[in-house]
C-alpha cells in the first residue's frame, strides 16, 4: 500500500509564495509521473503540473507562469512552488502519483488534499 502526505499548506498573504512538497512511502518500487491538482468547490479536479523521473514537466492551463514543480526521486517527494499567489489560488491542492509496488502492481494513488488560503 502506498501513501502519499502533502505538506506545506496554509495561510498566505496575497503575491506571497507556498511551497508544498507530498512525500510518497510504502511498497514502492518506482514512481514514474508525480503530479499536482486543485479543485476548488463544485469544480471538477484539474492539473496544475506534472513531472517525471527524469525531470520533464508538464503544466496545466492554470496558473500558468506562476507555478513550479521540481522533484527528489531519492525522497519519492515532489516540490510545488507556488508564487506570486492571489485569492483565486484557494482551492485544495491534491497530489497523485503512478506508483509501481514491490509487486510489480501499478496504482494511481492520491494524497489527502492540503488547503491553501490566500488572504490578507
Known amino acids: 500500500q502506498v501513501h502519499l502526505v502533502e505538506t506545506g499548506g496554509g495561510l498566505v498573504q496575497p503575491g506571497g509564495s507556498l511551497r508544498l512538497s507530498c512525500a510518497a512511502s510504502?511498497?514502492?518500487?518506482?514512481?514514474?509521473?508525480m503530479g499536482w491538482y486543485r479543485q476548488a468547490p463544485g469544480k471538477d479536479r484539474e492539473m496544475v503540473a506534472v513531472i517525471s523521473t527524469g525531470g520533464r514537466t508538464n503544466y496545466g492551463h492554470y496558473p500558468k507562469g506562476r507555478f513550479t514543480i521540481s522533484r527528489d526521486n531519492a525522497k519519492n517527494t515532489v516540490y510545488p512552488q507556488m508564487n506570486t499567489l492571489k485569492p483565486e489560488d484557494t482551492p485544495v491542492y491534491y497530489c497523485?502519483?503512478?506508483?509501481?509496488?514491490?509487486?510489480?502492481?501499478?496504482?494511481?494513488?492520491w494524497g489527502q488534499g492540503t488547503q491553501v488560503s490566500v488572504s490578507s
Open positions: 510504502g511498497s514502492i518500487l518506482s514512481i514514474s509521473a
Open positions: 497523485n502519483a503512478d506508483v509501481t509496488s514491490m509487486s510489480f502492481l501499478k496504482d494511481n494513488s
